[in-house]
């Protein structure tokens, strides 16, 4: 999301993430985080996107304010 700052934090295939806009603080395992890295980064490709497990990843992404649909 525009504006947002993430701080993150990772050990045993956990993350912490700090949104520096929200003041919210969330555990993520290393995939979902690595996959949040990709939507910034724009590295997903049409098949990243297509797939139903990433779908289902960034809807709950989605429903923590991480990120929002284009």
């Known amino acids: 999301m525009p504006g947002q700052a993430l701080r993150s934090r990772s050990w045993d295939g ?3 993430l700090y949104n520096e806009v929200t003041g919210a603080t969330h555990l993520l395992d290393g995939l979902t985080l690595d996959l949040l890295h990709a939507v910034r980064d724009g590295t997903l490709s049409d ?3 297509d797939d139903p497990q990433v779908q289902q990843a960034l809807s ?3 429903l923590i304010n991480l990120v929002e649909p284009c």
Request: proline share 0%; hydrophobic share 45%.
């Open 60 to 62: 709950e992404l989605g």
């Open 47 to 49: 098949a990243d996107w």
């Open 14 to 16: 956990q993350s912490v």
